[in-house]
């Protein structure tokens, strides 16, 4: 059976096509035009699984380029999108280029799916489309509030387009997964992620810092009303993210799926303040961090974790990986690309 993969080469795409990969006979097709990721991630897929797959560098702004690797492919049974910019700092800075980026590439991915009749669909949504929240945790049927970046709203406006096409399409399926915070590594140290500037994000902050990269990590504000000050995340292990796409699309293949779009969160349910983290990277890495407390960063929200139950529930999901394993990988991860001169 064929799956295509939009940013296969991205963080959560190629570890998805590993957990692929290693646990089923799908036949993996990649698109990816490497602006955030490298084509050598294939490599790194093929070392972990001793597989190869066959990939594609098109951007998917381009319909035709992207029409025809499903003409060359017939066939396909399922579609993840993954690729998409993904730093909320830079959407505030150059909305349009997000709009353009991932609302044009999620639109020539549903005509697709509807020309070449592509029975099933999971697009990567995100926790920061619930906005500002009051009551925690947050279900699926939290109201969404007003998004405090493009980068959100880039999500809020997907959810909504896929909701109105699989509307008028009614042989078609899709699920809506929104993410909390992915980090980590693969187990084995030899797949992460590989930010092609400087980081955004919190784990990649404090490995590349404890390595030597990085002088310093600031720590954005520690007045919020949480039990340490700092803000509180639910950061969940990408290789766990990676393995409810299998099974997301294992549940639209077996025509489970009772709404034509479901949106399920994916989160541990374990809300962390930013201090805790940086405590369990120190545990586990014997590393000193160098860290200090700085302004609150604009456009943070001050806490958010997810209720899993739904996950839990329709797709089997148990998120498997604890804080200290999502902390070890990541930095067994930044050693090895310290080892290889990344
Ligand atoms: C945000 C989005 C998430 C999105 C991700 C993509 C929200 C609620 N979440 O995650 O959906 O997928 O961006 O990039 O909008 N921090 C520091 N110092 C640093 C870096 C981060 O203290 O140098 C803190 C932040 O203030 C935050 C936490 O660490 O409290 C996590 O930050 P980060 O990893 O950037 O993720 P979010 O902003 O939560």
New binding site residues.
Partial sequence: MKILVTGGAGYIGSHTIIEILQNTDWEVISIDNYSNSSENTYERIKEITGKSIKYYNVNLTDLAATERVFEENPGIKGLIHFAAF???GESVEKPLMYYDNNINSLNNILKCQAKFDVPNLIFSS?????GNVEELPVTENTKLSK???P??YT?QIGEVMVDDFIRVNKELKAISLR?????GAHVTGLNGELSMSK????????TQTAIGRLNE?????NNYETRDG????D?VHVSDIANAHVLGLKYLLENKIEKSHDIINLGTGNGIT?LE?INAFEKVSGEKLNYKI?D??E???AS?YANNEKAKSVLNWIPEKSLDDMMLSAWKWEKQLEKNNF
Avoid: M, Q, W
Wanted: proline share 7%.
């Fill in positions: 993904k730093a909320v995100s926790c920061s489309v619930y998004t405090e970046s980068y959100a999500k993410y909390f915070n992915p980090v980081p955004n994000n919190l784990v990649p902050f404090i990590l600031t720590v954005y504000g700092t803000c509180i995340r950061y930013v983290a700085g609150r960063r456009g943070d929200i958010i």
